[in-house]
């Protein structure tokens, strides 16, 4: 069994795949003061909740956009499955080809984000993939999967999180859409503006990209726990996959596990 990683800003995520089969998956918070001692025991007793023992796990393979979680990590793997995993980084097949201006900008859960959607639903036509974690990005992949460029955006909770600690009287709300967009309280009011308001960004970014391509349609594949919501709102997201990062991270470890 393949052991998948992907350090986020918020959340890590945990997938344990058995050659393409899922067979269970994890989300913890990113904290910084964890040791990898606690990290090790919070994944063990996940892991044991599924029947998975750390014998079952032959190979480990991370994303990260967190550096300083790097190390605990890596020493968590080394600890806990005697395995040292690899690193989702300069060197690694992964079958895009980045075009950017520096491609060693390119966050690695963009990189596999990219892996998955290319390999899962690419069809020899460009596609832009969004992620809505806690930045919203949309990668724009060309048909032979070349990586042209990347747009950045708040993300939808990172949004949220801002005008809360930024004002006095705006609580935390929960993030569903509304019945009308005309608010008439302050949650509905909120809410309005979060998910229609994104929902306004994704499909006028989507656009933009759709004309600078001189495209009349485009693929749209989403990911992120905010992604079902949003792309009920809109019209331009074909395919919505929650685990495209974590597959995208299967993919790869296939493609350089004679590293192992």
């Known amino acids: 069994m393949i052991l998948c990683i992907d350090i986020g800003n918020t959340n890590i995520?945990?997938?344990?795949?058995?050659?393409?089969?899922?067979?269970?998956?994890?989300?913890?918070?990113?904290?910084?003061?964890?040791?990898?001692?606690e990290y090790g025991a919070t994944l063990?007793?996940?892991?044991s909740s599924s029947q998975i023992k750390t014998s079952d796990i032959t190979g480990i393979i991370v994303s990260s956009v967190i550096p300083s979680l790097n190390y605990t990590i890596?020493?968590?793997?080394?600890?806990?499955?005697?395995?040292?995993?690899?690193?989702?980084?300069?060197g690694i097949k992964t079958g895009i080809n980045i075009k950017t201006d520096n491609p060693k900008e390119v966050g690695a859960d963009i990189i596999v984000n990219c892996v998955g959607a290319f390999n899962k639903y690419g069809n020899g036509k460009p596609m832009i993939v969004i992620d809505f974690g806690t930045a919203t990005t949309f990668d724009v992949?060309?048909?032979?999967?070349?990586?042209?460029?990347?747009?950045?955006?708040p993300g939808i909770k990172t949004a949220l999180e801002g005008l809360v600690s930024n004002t006095a009287q705006l609580p935390m709300i929960e993030l569903v859409a509304p019945k009308n967009a005309i608010g008439k309280n302050t949650v509905t009011c909120m809410q309005s503006g979060i998910i229609f308001g994104?929902?306004?960004?994704?499909?006028?970014?989507?656009?933009?990209?759709?004309?600078?391509?001189?495209?009349s349609s485009i693929n749209v594949v989403a990911t992120g726990g905010m992604g079902e919501i949003i792309a009920k709102e809109v019209g331009c997201i074909n395919k919505i996959d929650r685990m495209l990062t974590l597959e995208g991270l299967r993919l790869v470890y296939e493609m350089n596990k004679e590293r192992v």
């Open 141 to 153: 992949l060309t048909g032979n999967g070349e990586l042209i460029g990347v747009v950045i955006a």
């Open 198 to 215: 994104f929902a306004g960004l994704v499909e006028n970014i989507v656009k933009k990209i759709r004309e600078e391509l001189k495209l």
């Open 44 to 47: 063990i007793n996940l892991l």
């Open 74 to 90: 890596i020493h968590m793997c080394q600890y806990f499955f005697n395995i040292t995993p690899i690193m989702i980084g300069a």
């Open 13 to 37: 995520k945990y997938a344990v795949f058995k050659g393409k089969d899922l067979m269970a998956s994890y989300r913890v918070s990113s904290r910084h003061t964890r040791t990898a001692d």
